[in-house]
């Protein structure tokens, strides 16, 4: 378990550098074509995005951990667990971005379409690198 979850690990960092720079990319447009209220709106789009990420990856790192547990009747209740804190990291990740973006858009209240934009432009990011898991490939 000790692979997987340092393949969790780098799975993330890589998916928040490429949240980083494609908020970073939207970031250096919208000042260009906007501002920079503008631009710091489309910035904390993305930062919500990260933290989500960020959230549901500690999650999935408890479970990791937890499955490190040598303890044998810990390991008969794993497979049950695991999905519910999968759950639980799936609704604290989509609690915590809408509080998020409620809180930037209604008591900051920063421009509503900059910090979509900067959300979804992060989001991307998450699709693009596969999201938490790395992928195995079939056998030839």
Known sequence: MLKARDSLKETLRKTLLIQAALTGIAAIIALLVKDAGFMLAVIYGGAVTSIGTGLHAWRLLKIAVADDDSDPAAQLSAPMNAGAEVFKGSMLKLVAMMVLLGLGMG??????????????????????AGGYAPRSKPPK
């Open 107 to 128: 008591y900051l209240k920063l421009e509503p379409l900059a910090v979509l934009i900067g959300f979804i432009v992060a989001y991307g990011g998450f699709m693009f």
